[in-house]
């Protein structure tokens, strides 16, 4: 994964990592019945800014 090591908001060094909980999951719009991916998110623990998201398993959102 190519993240940067800077905030862009407010040029913060230290970066965390994290998971929406709850029922904060993608869904294939493609598939009628599916439980989707968390999102992941990559943000800056002195500002709180988001700086990358992403779904955990993105293979869960290919069409064949």
């Known amino acids: 994964m190519d993240t940067t090591d800077t905030c862009p908001k407010c040029g913060g ?3 965390g990592r994290g998971k929406q909980n709850g029922y904060a999951v993608v869904t294939p719009t ?4 599916s439980f989707g991916s968390e ?6 623990t002195d500002c709180g800014f988001i700086i990358e998201s992403y779904v955990k398993q993105p ?5 064949k």
Do not use: N, R, Y
């Open 39 to 44: 999102v992941e998110h990559v943000l800056c």
């Open 30 to 33: 493609h598939k009628a019945i």
């Open 59 to 63: 293979e869960k959102f290919k069409t």
């Open 13 to 15: 060094k230290e970066l």
